[in-house]
Structures are given as C-alpha cells and as structure tokens.
C-alpha cells in the first residue's frame, strides 16, 4: 500500500495546496489563480490530446474562446445563468473540436499543427465578423455569480471554489478515461498506428474522441475564464493563446495531470514577474526562462518532481517498481 | 459482439485463401497464391525470403490490399473487410519484427489484445466507471491466466521493452490469445530464439494449440521445429505455391529440395 500513497502523493500536495489557498492568498491572487485553473483545463484537454494520443493541437486558444463565447451569448443574449452555461460551452466547444480534428484522420504532427493553428489565427477576425451575435471590437461583459449570504469568504474565494470545482470534474473525466481500456487504446494508437488498428482499434474514433473531450475541456476552461473575468472581447483570444497553452502543457509536463495545472500556473503567472523584475526586459528573460525550462526539465515541472521525489524517497525506502511513468516520450509531435 | 465462426460443424477449412494476387506498384509480391488450414491443424508455411509468405499474413489480415481471389474465413469472404474487423472475426497474429508497445507493460500489451471484446467504450469509461472496471477486472484476470500459462506472470509487470526478444515473441502470442481467436497466424516465431529454447517452444504451440482450439499458421525458417510440429506444409517460392503436403512429403519433393532446402552435398 505504501507504493499506491507514494504515486500519489505529488497529485495530494497539489490539492491540499489548492484548497489551502484561500486561507493565506490575498484575494487579487486568489482571482489570477483562479484564471490559471480555467487556463489548466484547457491545458489538461491538451495534454490528453498531445501526450496521451499523440495528436497536435494548436487550435486549444479558439477552442477555450468558443467556450467563452458560449457562455457570454447564453447570458447576455438569453438571460442564461452564467454556471448553467458551462456544460453547454463544453458541448459545443467539443462538437467544433470534432470538426477541427477531422483532418487529423488523415494527417499528423506538423501538417495538422498547422492546420489547428489556422484555425487559431482565423477564430477573433470570425468574433468580429460575427458582430451581432459576438458584439464585435466591444466585446460581451457578463454577470458574475454572486456569493450567497451565507458564504463566509468574499466574492473572489466564491469564484476559485467553482474553478476547484470544474477543475475536480476535468480531472475525473480524464482519470476515467486514462485508465482502462480507453486510456491503453489511446496510447495504443499514438505509438503504433498500424499495430493498433491490427489488434482491432478503431483509429478514427479513438482519435476523434479524443480531439472532442480535449476540446470540450477547453471550452469549459473558457466558459469559466468568461464567468471569472466578466467581459471578453476577441482580444482575449488572439493566435498567441494557443501557443500559450501550448507552453503550459509542456512546462508542466504534457502527460501529467497535476502537470498541467502546474503548467498553467507558470503560463499566468512567469510572465507577470519577469516584467516586474524588469520592465524592458520582461519578454527577453520570459524566453530565456522558458529555455532554461526544457534544459532543465525535460519532462516538464511535474515530470521533474515526481522523478526527484521518487528517487529521494525510494533512496531511502528501497521501493522498487515505481520508476517507470507510464507512457512514451513526452512532448513529441504526432503520431507517425 | 464478437462473431466467432466454428468450422468444426461445416467439415470445410477454416481458412481457405483462392488464387490471391497482392501487387505494390510494379511488384508482383503474391502470383495466384491458394492456401486452404483446416480446423485444429498447424499449418506451416515455408519457403525461402521474398517467396511472399508474410505478405500472405498481411493480405489475410487487411494489412495489405488483394488485387485479385478470395480469402475465407470459415466460408465467408473476408478481403474487403476493414483491418480493424479482422481480429473481431478470429484472426490473431503476431508479427515478424514484433508488434509489442515496448512502453507498456506485458499485462497491458495482452489486455490490448481483448481489446476488441468490450473496448472503445468512451462514454462508458467516462459516466460509468463502475462498469468498467468491472470490465477491466475481468479482463485483466483472463489475462493474467493467459500469461500464466505462458510462463510470463513473473514479468506481468514489467515494461515489455525491457525484456528479452524472445519474451517478447512469447508475449506477442500472449496477446493474440487473449483476442480469444480461432486461428492464430505467427510470423516467425521462432526467429532469435537459442537451440534449446527451439524444442520448448515447439511444445509450447502444441500446448497452445490443444488447451485453447486455435488453430495455428506459422512462417517459420527453423526447419527441424517446422518439420517436428507441422500436421501440413506449404511451399512457397516467388510468390507462389510450390509444393504442399505432409513434412515427409515436402522433404522429399525434387522441387522444394532446389528452390528451398537445398541438397546435403
């Protein structure tokens, strides 16, 4: 029993930090880590995507915009409440997603990261044309679902709670489908196509379905940013967000869960403090950090501690069998 | 789900391959090739490289596209099916160079196997997960007898790369039994293995053979374990059939003796 503790032990620590968070974090910190869970959802669909089958992704920023959109058209336009939006900005985020990934039945790696990122770059001039429905330049302001009376905490530690919530719904969906037959089917996929269809599985619908819960999850994590920030406007959701995205899954660690929440936290979070170190320099010292990053930790953030904390620990314990993670090369591109 | 086809009533062979070309571009790799397996044989195949037999294994399982002729499954026509269908319908193979998930571990590699009795399930797997682990538990049990009777529990564990290749030619049989079929195609299953771990290994196929009521086709180049374990063997030789007929018959054939097996002195 004591291997099952240790394996998940960094996943623990994560969620005890979490929920300890509001007893000693200001709220304006409280609000930029709650905007850094909607961030890690999107990132946690990439990683299912990219680390677990393999397929690129460069559309995730879009995909967390059309969750936005979802959710500020259901309040503005309909009067929706902005926490009944969230499932159906994951629904439709995750029918477009489909779409998006159909090319990826018949092309891998860096074909179908361009054709993601096409979609990237397309998305804000679509939210303008789409004027009516999306206001254009202006942008949609929603309402923010109060606290009730009874909650003790203010109004920001009533928001971090629905992201914790979204975020422990994200990260059940994606444990289910790890685990199992689904996730060695997935995997299965990503690292032998051929071998795979051969042993009967069904490569269109393992990989469609992931492209669909990978979106679905960034149309949640927008759904969510929308509701926390209470206005966007396609500013929000330029081409850049994806390969923001893109970072954190891979700083934090592509086939980690806790990676990925890591890996938002660093993507909201790094760049705010590299400026307050210097001003000017603020963009130059952020790349060199990310440089830094992937020579130090290969395997992302959460790759190195658990390798760190497995050796320390099983130093001492002399544990065996916990040395392998499970899964192929992390942060490859594509399947073939 | 799974259709599994039993011949055993109907009294025709299992598999029955007709005149089956397989062209690639200008190669011509497969000439009119027949090959009929009955129900409970070993069947081997033989013939020297480029006679087109693992090309054979391919077209049979969809990896390969027929031109021309007719493959059969226990009378129904199985060429234009999807590769994916073919392990559902009880074909299960393994391949020459290995077809193993080296990050995997074996208990993994052979659950995949089963893959196709309950798998695929997302929706499933995501507002049920009662059900499938239920599901997995019961597989993973199956399996694990599987690999107990190949003598591969002790490395149920461990990652498949990790292990020695002919560990992994066992596992690889592993796995294809666990898709429960009823013909099993094994591509050179003998290929690096030592002298001694040859005579198990023929054993082993027979054991297979009788405990599970495969029925079993091997390309093998070890003639001593072809010719000691085979009911029936067939020839082939540039892409196609040469010569067919019991060990004895083949040894002894003018024809498979210039092409294949050449003469003593």
């Not at chain 1, 440089?291 to 992302?300: D, F, L, N, S």
């Not at chain 2, 019961?138 to 149920?156: F, K, M, P, W, Y």
């Not at chain 2, 666990?178 to 050179?188: C, G």
Request: glycine share 14%; aromatic share 6%.
């Amino acid at each position: 029993m004591s291997t099952w503790n240790l394996r998940y032990a960094p996943a623990s620590l994560a969620a005890v930090f979490a929920l300890g968070l509001p007893a000693f974090a200001p709220d304006f910190m409280l609000f930029e880590f709650s905007i850094a869970v909607s961030y890690g959802i999107a990132i946690l669909g990439l990683n299912l995507l990219l680390g677990v089958t393999g397929q690129i992704c460069l559309a995730q920023g879009a995909l967390f915009g059309v969750g936005a959109y979802t959710t500020a058209i259901l309040n503005v336009s309909f009067g929706w409440d902005p926490v009944a939006t969230l499932p159906f900005a994951a629904i439709v985020a995750g029918l477009i997603g489909v779409v998006v990934g159909l090319p990826a039945l018949r092309l891998q790696g860096l074909q179908l990261a361009i054709i993601t990122f096409g979609v990237a770059s397309a998305f804000p001039q679509l939210l303008l044309k789409m004027d009516t429905l999306t206001g254009g330049v202006t942008g949609l302001a929603t309402d923010q679902p109060m606290a009730p009376k009874w909650f003790p905490g203010s109004q920001e530690v009533w928001l971090y709670g629905l992201s914790l919530i979204c975020a422990a719904i994200s990260i059940v969906v994606v444990t289910r489908l790890l685990r199992g037959d689904t996730g060695r089917m997935l995997r299965a996929l990503r690292d032998n196509p051929v071998i795979a269809e051969a042993l009967g599985v069904n490569l269109t619908k393992g990989r469609l379905a992931a492209f669909a819960v990978s979106s679905a999850l960034a149309g949640l994590g927008g759904g969510l940013f929308c509701i926390l920030n209470g206005f966007i406007s396609p500013q929000s959701f330029l081409p850049m967000k994806s390969i923001d995205i893109l970072i954190g899954g891979i700083v934090g660690g592509i086939t980690s869960i806790a990676g990925a929440f890591i890996g938002a936290v660093f993507v909201v979070f790094v760049p705010g403090f590299t400026t307050d170190i210097d001003p000017a320099l603020g963009g130059l010292i952020y790349g060199l950090c990310l440089i830094a990053m992937m020579m130090v930790a290969r395997q992302g953030i959460a790759g190195l501690r658990i390798e760190g904390l497995q050796k320390a620990v099983l130093g001492i314990f002399r544990i065996k069998g916990l040395s392998r993670i499970p899964g192929s090369v992390p942060g490859q591109l594509g399947g073939e | 789900m799974a259709v599994h086809l039993q011949a055993a009533g109907s009294g025709g062979p299992v598999l029955s391959v007709e005149n089956v070309d397989v062209r690639f571009g200008g190669i011509h790799a497969l000439k009119g090739v027949s090959l009929n397996v009955n129900a409970g044989e070993i069947c081997g195949l033989i013939g020297p490289n480029g006679a087109g037999k693992t090309t054979l294994f391919n077209s049979i399982t969809r990896l390969s596209a027929v031109t021309a002729g007719s493959i059969r499954l226990c009378g129904r026509a199985i060429e234009a099916v999807p590769a994916r269908q073919i392990i559902r319908l009880g074909i299960a193979r393994t391949f020459q160079n290995l077809g193993i998930y080296g990050a995997m571990t074996v208990l993994e590699n052979v659950m995949l196997g089963a893959h196709h009795l309950a798998g695929g399930r997302f929706v499933g797997a995501m507002l049920r997960p009662g059900r499938a682990r239920h599901r997995e538990s019961e597989t993973e049990q199956r399996c694990r007898e599987i690999l107990n009777d190949l003598n591969l529990s002790g490395v149920a564990d461990e990652a498949a790369g990790s292990l020695p290749y002919a560990t992994q030619k066992r596992m690889e049989i592993a796995r294809a039994l666990a898709s429960r079929p009823t013909i099993l195609l094994l591509d050179e299953p003998a290929g690096g293995l030592t002298h001694g771990e040859v005579a198990a290994f023929g054993a082993l196929v027979s054991r297979v053979r009788d405990d599970h009521g495969v029925t079993i086709v091997l390309i093998e180049h070890h003639m001593g374990l072809v010719m000691s374990l085979c009911d029936r063997i067939e020839v082939f030789h540039l892409g196609r059939n040469l010569a067919s007929g019991t060990p004895a018959e083949v040894k002894a054939n003018p024809a498979v003796i210039d092409a294949y097996l050449g003469r003593t002195r």
